[in-house]
């Protein structure tokens, strides 16, 4: 399993990339691998503010649907529409154009609760 | 429950990193590589599912025939040798004990198989039955079971047999050798495609799923889990029992009328069945096509207007149609095909229509 380093981690299973004040958030490979095959994605609207382990979209693969949870919280800048005539990309490249959205997000604090790439290894166990 | 079985598979799904999970107590494969492509490889060449978890019991004796036409719903005495029936067991107000295949060698010797899940409720429910001059033998633990198929199935196992598989018809079997084991060779399947089902003793498993893979490298063969065993079946709108068919349902709501003999022997259940039959059905099951990508699941509610008129049993997206469909129980006056009715998915209604099975173009025969 590959877990970038540039990249930070939550317990639920997303990758957040920070740039600025801008985050941007995926899911991991641990995470499409759990899920399977994702066949769509329900994305939040551009300009919604979406908080800290609150769901802002849902994530519905063959065999199971799930809530996708918010590392952080903020505004959504931008929404990843690929996905939606591609959901597959989540399994296929979940790191770069699997990413899900973009976020500015409000409160710089909630940063130390991500993990690190080698944090989060030991995380999952893989 | 707390003991995991393992099939004499197991070790194979590990090497090939198979996702695993605890299916009816068994540690089974889910998937490979993912349930689409599995799904696809299966529609458009070859797959192979272990399905060494389904259950088998074997009945002997001179009253075996009169036995199980009084255990199951068809009818028995229609069977000839060498040829497998599609049936269930039902209890006495007409809920299903289990669905099976039973597979008649003699008029003396039979095979029963059953779902994995249910093994141990449906032996003693058929222990319970037990009438004198018939022998009751659960050799679930003793045989593995591999099922090949796509339409390459028949060629792949054809380079591994001297048995003509060809004139092997849909639903009949032969005892013979394959890949130089002793086996059952079965033209069954749960898939919709041309396939077959190899039960053999599980000490030459290891061979068996070798010569097979080797046999099936030009027809780019592979392996394929339960998750895409499910949407094979869902396409085909074959039910799956826990979830289309339990307890709580009968077979003539299921759809199931055209294994339940009313008219011949005497059955457990068949009261019950008689009086569904002679009374207006309440509800139906039904397949359907859902708008969109959402998923309907086991469960969700199904819709006209504001009444409430279903529920859904199985759904998924159609791998083959990239469409979502589902299976369920939809109310008198609402079933026709080309209905239109709404599934609830977590809080919001999304638009189906009732469709004639199979959704694919598909067909074992």
Same mark, same amino acid.
């Given at each position: 399993m590959n877990y970038p380093d540039n990249l930070k981690y939550s317990e639920d299973h997303e990758w957040i990339k920070i740039d600025g004040n801008i985050a941007t958030i995926g899911i991991t490979e641990f995470a499409q691998g759990e899920l399977g095959d994702v066949v769509f994605i329900e994305l939040p609207e551009v300009d919604d503010e979406i908080n800290e382990n609150e769901p802002f979209g849902t994530i519905e693969a063959v065999k199971t649907v799930s809530d996708m949870l918010s590392p952080l919280s903020g505004k959504v800048m931008e929404v990843n529409e690929s996905l939606n005539d591609k959901p597959e990309t989540i399994n296929s490249d979940p790191y770069e154009k699997g990413w899900i959205i973009k976020i500015e997000f409000s409160d710089k604090s909630e940063l130390k609760n991500l993990m690190d790439s080698k944090s989060y290894k030991e995380f999952v166990g893989k | 429950m707390n003991q995991e079985k393992k099939t004499p598979f197991y070790d194979k799904h590990?090497?090939?990193?198979?996702?695993?999970?605890?299916?009816?107590?068994?540690?089974?494969?889910?998937?490979?590589?993912?349930?689409?492509?599995?799904?696809?490889?299966?529609?458009?060449?070859?797959?192979?599912?272990?399905?060494?978890?389904?259950?088998?019991?074997?009945?002997?004796?001179?009253?075996?025939? $009169?036995?199980?036409?009084?255990?199951?719903?068809?009818?028995?005495?229609?069977?000839?040798?060498?040829?497998?029936?599609?049936?269930?067991?039902?209890?006495?107000?007409?809920?299903?004990?289990?669905?099976?295949?039973?597979?008649?060698?003699? $008029?003396?010797?039979?095979?029963?198989?059953?779902?994995?899940?249910?093994? $141990?409720?449906?032996?003693?429910?058929?222990?319970?039955?037990?009438?004198?001059?018939?022998?009751?033998?659960?050799?679930?633990?003793?045989?593995?079971?591999?099922?090949?198929q796509g339409p390459n199935s028949l060629k792949t196992l054809q380079k591994l047999t001297n048995v003509n598989l060809s004139d092997i018809d849909f639903y009949h079997f032969t005892e013979g050798k394959l890949a130089g084991i002793d086996m059952i060779i079965s033209r069954t399947g749960y898939t919709g495609e041309l396939g077959f089902e190899l039960y053999h003793d599980i000490s030459f498993s290891e061979k068996l799923w070798n010569d097979i893979f080797e046999a099936g490298e030009e027809y780019d063969i592979k392996p394929v889990g339960l998750g895409s065993r499910d949407t094979l079946r869902m396409e085909m709108k074959y039910c799956l029992y826990g979830n289309d068919i339990d307890k709580t349902t009968n077979p003539i709501e299921a759809g199931l009328s055209w294994i339940t003999k009313l008219n011949c022997g005497d059955f457990v259940g068949k009261d019950a069945l008689l009086k569904v039959k002679k009374e207006k059905l309440n509800r139906r099951l039904v397949i359907f096509k859902v708008e969109g990508r959402r998923i309907a699941r086991h469960g969700y509610k199904i819709f006209v207007g504001d009444e409430e008129v279903g529920v859904v049993t199985s759904g998924t997206q159609s791998p083959s149609l990239k469409e979502g469909i589902g299976i369920g129980y939809v109310k008198r006056g609402h079933t026709k095909s080309g209905n239109e009715i709404e599934i609830d998915i977590r809080g919001k209604r999304y638009k189906a229509i009732i469709v004639k099975p199979p959704v694919v173009d598909s067909s074992p025969f």
């Open positions: - | 590990l090497k090939l990193d198979a996702k695993i999970v605890n299916f009816a107590g068994f540690l089974m494969p889910i998937s490979y590589e993912g349930i689409n492509a599995e799904h696809l490889q299966v529609r458009k060449s070859v797959g192979v599912f272990d399905v060494s978890h389904m259950g088998e019991f074997n009945v002997e004796g001179e009253n075996a025939l $009169e036995y199980l036409q009084k255990l199951t719903i068809n009818d028995v005495s229609a069977l000839i040798n060498d040829q497998v029936q599609y049936t269930a067991m039902c209890y006495d107000n007409g809920g299903i004990v289990d669905d099976l295949l039973l597979y008649r060698f003699n $008029e003396n010797k039979f095979l029963m198989v059953v779902n994995g899940s249910n093994i $141990e409720k449906d032996f003693q429910w058929a222990k319970d039955h037990l009438i004198k001059g018939v022998e009751l033998k659960n050799d679930s633990d003793q045989i593995g079971l591999l099922a090949i």
